[in-house]
């Protein structure tokens, strides 16, 4: 286990005996009470706050708070609830790749700096995690990542199915690059997709979904198998 998925998994725990707005406490203090760095705390924050756990607010009286609950994924539990079976997944994983050029020919559109700057913040994580060879949290912050660029467009109804599809593939799998899957090579294709959006390449974002595509089939398909 990583130290950032172990600092991810000791925040999850922190998270789970709080209620929902109740603050944790500073960053430094959770970092001293986990016994983690500050670098390790800020990647399992960041990754909790993209799955809408955790709220970072600044200032005096800031710190970590429990996030509101997520009605997009109470909304992808409750469908995993009254749909067991493969075939959800399947759906699921089908319809976010259709989804796919309308999201991306939007993001082109509406890219702003600060859009960027969340994104190129979960790359980071994700070059981290493909460094470490940790496949369950390169699979985790992979779909951060796709939902990092799904929360810049601004159709608002495709970033809703989107989003619902996502957190259907999460809560369904741990694992979407399975260990025979290069996370280095995975990760260059994280890169050149989001290289490509800010290009305003739409061929080259079409050919970089494509080869993302490629190697989550894979685990995918395995998951909704069991």
Known sequence: MTRVR???????????????GQRLGSKAEIADQLGVAAG?????????QNRGFLDV??????GLFVAEPDPIEQMAVEA????RGPGLL??????????????????????????????RAVLKD???AALADDHELFSDLSLSFQLAIADISEHEFARLIFRTGVEVIRHSTAMLFPEEVDLMSAYNGHVRLWQAIVDKDLD???DAIQGAIARMDIATVA???I
């Open 204 to 206: 080259a974002a079409h």
């Open 126 to 128: 994700l070059h981290q």
């Open 90 to 119: 399947r759906d699921a994983f089908r319809v976010r790749k259709a989804l796919d050029p309308l999201v991306i020919e939007d993001v082109m559109q509406h890219l702003t700096h600060a859009g960027d700057v969340r994104v």
């Open 57 to 62: 607010r600044p200032g005096p009286g800031g």
């Open 40 to 48: 390790t705390l800020n990647q399992a924050v960041r990754l909790l």
């Open 80 to 83: 995993l609830r009254i749909y």
């Open 6 to 20: 172990h600092a991810h998994d000791e925040l999850q725990k922190l998270i789970a005996t709080a209620e929902p």
């Open 223 to 225: 998951a909704a198998a």
